[in-house]
């Protein structure tokens, strides 16, 4: 935490410096891509509920509010909140068939993510095993598991059995729950309207991602290329795999510096692009996340919207 707390000093220190321009114009595309990936989860809902009416701007409302919460909430609690209140905007919805609208929503941005991913290691630009098992990347937020495995391994089991036994559970109580199940996966049955209604919606936001970090370069004064697109995605990838903290704060300032390391760039000018960057995006979708939730909820107290729904999955019967 002290290294997240000393990057913040660092950036705050340097932010009469910031183009201010560039880092409106990106988080104007940050927005624009937020739109496309909600309209794009609204596509993947109407199929799952055909009979239902599934309307573009309370789905919106839905997605910008869990994803406000997930940038500062860890363990992804935002996506808990995306189901309660898409459930409460569609007639006849299930949560079991909405989780996994979720999965689906997140196969082509695996297959980008994997290819940024591979691209990043054949060019030796992310660092290896020996260096997080050691000190010289102290910001990263996951070196805890490498250094104790057997823990880490005892957890994931852990987590994996009251997944799998949740899975039993719900199978066994609730009616019909394999066939709303399959309902979430309705789209991928379709690859016509699996490509116009999701794929294309995706990689128009993973341009405008990029884009939004070209620009992000640009307020930061640091090199705007291709290349440097490429490493910052590549980041970003790796450090919300395993979300220990918000936004992967922490892990992001650590690997930024990394892999800039060829780069010639001093390191407190990366440190404050990559806390300048975090804190500008986590705030525009928190901002964003509360006009959506106290909108569609009237409330912000998002702990006392999820418990009742918390407590419905635990009662079998069709509304599951």
Not at 6 to 26: C, E, H, K, M, P
Not at 102 to 116: C, K, M, N, Q, R
Not at 198 to 218: D, E, G, K, P, Y
Not at 299 to 319: D, M, N, Y
Request: glycine share 8%.
């Amino acid at each position: 935490m002290s290294q997240v707390v000393d990057a913040a000093r660092t950036f705050f220190d340097q932010l009469a410096a910031v183009g201010w321009t560039w880092l409106g114009i990106a988080l104007g595309l940050h927005f624009v891509r937020l739109v496309c990936r909600g309209l794009a989860w609204r596509n993947i809902l109407a199929a799952s509920f055909p009979s239902a009416q599934v309307r573009r701007l309370p789905i919106f409302g839905a997605y910008v509010a869990g994803v406000g919460l997930n940038s500062v909430a860890p363990a992804r609690a935002g996506d808990v909140l995306k189901l309660v209140l898409a459930h409460r905007r569609i007639e006849g919805s299930s949560y079991s068939t909405l989780t996994p609208t979720l999965l689906v929503e997140t196969l082509f941005d695996t297959v980008v993510a994997a290819g940024i991913l591979i691209w990043a290691l054949t060019e030796s630009v992310l660092p290896g095993i020996h260096l997080l098992k050691g000190h010289s990347l102290r910001g990263v937020d996951w070196h805890w598991p490498l250094k104790h495995p057997f823990p880490a391994i005892v957890i994931g089991l852990a987590w994996i059995t009251v997944i799998a036994l949740l899975v039993w559970f719900y199978s066994k109580r609730v009616q019909g729950f394999k066939q709303r199940v399959a309902a979430g996966f309705a789209i991928l049955r379709d690859p016509r309207a699996f490509f116009r209604g999701i794929v294309t919606w995706q990689a128009l936001s993973w341009v405008l991602r990029a884009a939004s970090i070209f620009f992000l370069l640009r307020a930061f004064h640091l090199p705007a290329t291709g290349y440097t697109v490429a490493l910052v995605l590549s980041v970003q990838s790796l450090s919300t795999l395993l979300p220990f903290t918000p936004g992967g704060v922490g892990t992001q300032q650590g690997l930024i510096v990394y892999v800039f390391r060829n780069q010639h760039v001093a390191n407190t000018r990366l440190v404050s692009f990559s806390v300048g960057m975090q804190i500008a995006l986590t705030a525009l979708n928190v901002v964003l996340g509360v006009i959506a939730l106290g909108a569609m909820a009237r409330t912000l107290r998002w702990r006392g919207i999820v418990k009742p729904a918390r407590e419905e999955l635990e009662q079998p019967g069709p509304s599951g």
